[in-house]
């Protein structure tokens, strides 16, 4: 046998329930150190559905999308997308966006360090300079803005403690968050849908002037100095 | 500074350990976890390397896989290594990468001279990526394998006089693999090829749930029949940088300190 077809072998064992019983500390071993790291890197669906629930929920996902990445620390990237079209979890349909927003969490705390914008930046420019201006976001900022759900006020209600009892008195609406990391900690602020627009429109590299048609185009009553105002407080954008 | 008994470094002990002085103290983490980009996570490491020594214990870089290791992996352990300037780099005997997907685990195999050219040719290719010897670690084992042409003993000093590499012996996983396979733990101590060895792992095990097999779980004090190896072992090669390794159910930082104390031993007065 060679060790490739050895190691193929021992591979297929992992996945069924075949070979010496002692295979099944190794099936142990592999499935709990991948549970455990999407049970660290999703803290806030974790809260919300339950230890064991989670834990099975997380053991089909497993097996349908194991990590390609060795780095366990960031491993769930497909994990929200698979709540969102998991049939028992239809009855929680902000399960995914608030799984979207704790892999954002984890995306924002491991992003390169830089220094963010000041937020007074901009102050002093004629409109006409502040409308060409190109605002880059922070390597640390991540959004997401979501038409229909409160998934900011559940994330963040989640993220701080156990406790879901009050859960009654939150105003089911469209909602968005950022999440920013200016000093050593991700911090996070709700975002209207025009404030997410005009950050989206500046990373996908638009002057300020269409940023602010995007985020009216998003939201017609939006305030652009209230919106704009909150990203450079946040810190969003990078320092030019 | 000389590297007496250092401890596995935790989030939750970052600020402990960062005020801690102690006598030839180092911390060791898991490489992989501080593979990132930027941010806090770098920073802690970053602050407790500038008032500690710091080993870096890498778990999947597969020297024992059946492809070289993965590039973009193997480019981030260097950048780290570059970065933190540890005192010692460590891998396993083992794999746990096959086609692209990660394992998180040691996984075995039979330790055949095809194996061995593999593996020997990927910690030359680790060694030259990261311009330093690393250590390999004999794993815990649990499953009788048919196939071996190499005892483990002879498998990792022939590795080593092959790339130079040096070894890590985890006392602990010596003891659960005899328990395990059924050997003779005193005697792989007294055969281990010690001119070679840079680093001590010590940890607890338990017991598992179904089987007759001890687990080297982390999540327990070293026992004392691993104590009474260790000091057998350090008897005959004087004192060597030892790790208490914890990774579950971690207590306080000060009872990982009081338990580090233990491995603080004079080797005169361990008891062969």
Known sequence: ?240 | MKLTAGVSLKPQHFDEAERTRADGLWFEVHAENYMVAGGPRLAWLERIRSCHPVSLHGVALSLAGDAVPDAAHLQRLAALVRRIEPALVSEHLAWSRLDGTYFPDLLPFPRTTEALQRMAANIDLTQQALGRRIAIENPSHYLPLDGHAWSEVDFLNELAVRTGCGLLLDVNNVFVSAHNLGGDALAYLDAFPVKHLMEVHLAGHGVDANLPLLIDSHDAPVSAEVWRLYRHLIARTGPVPTLIERDDQVPAFDTLLAERELACVDPAEALP
């Open chain 1, 1 to 240: 046998m060679t060790h490739t077809t050895f190691l193929q072998g021992f591979e297929q064992a992992l996945r069924t329930e075949a070979g010496h019983p002692a295979m099944a500390v190794y099936r142990n071993t592999v499935m709990k150190g991948r549970i455990d790291a999407l049970e660290a890197n999703f803290p806030a669906v974790l809260r919300l559905v339950g230890r064991e629930w989670f834990r099975s929920v997380a053991a089909l996902y497993v097996a349908e999308d194991p990590p390609r990445d060795p780095r366990l620390v960031l491993y769930g990237d497909g994990f929200p997308e698979f709540l969102g079209r998991f049939e028992p979890a239809s009855e929680l349909p902000y399960l995914e966006g608030v799984a979207r927003l704790d892999h954002l969490w984890v995306e924002s705390h491991t992003a390169a360090d830089a220094k963010a914008l000041p937020h007074d930046a901009l102050v002093g420019h004629a409109p006409e300079q502040l409308g060409a201006c190109r605002l880059v976001p922070h390597p640390a900022a991540r959004w997401l803005w979501h038409p229909q759900l409160p998934i900011g006020t559940l994330w963040s209600h989640s993220r701080a403690s156990d406790d879901t009892a009050d859960l009654g008195d939150i105003a089911w609406v469209g909602e968005g968050l950022l999440l920013t990391r200016p000093g050593h900690e991700v911090q996070w602020a709700g975002l209207t849908a025009g404030g997410a627009a005009l950050l989206s429109a500046c990373g996908e590299g638009h002057a300020l002037g269409e940023a602010a048609a995007a985020a009216m185009g998003a939201e017609p009553e939006c305030d652009l100095a209230a919106a704009l105002a909150l990203l450079l407080e946040q810190g969003a954008f990078a320092a030019a």
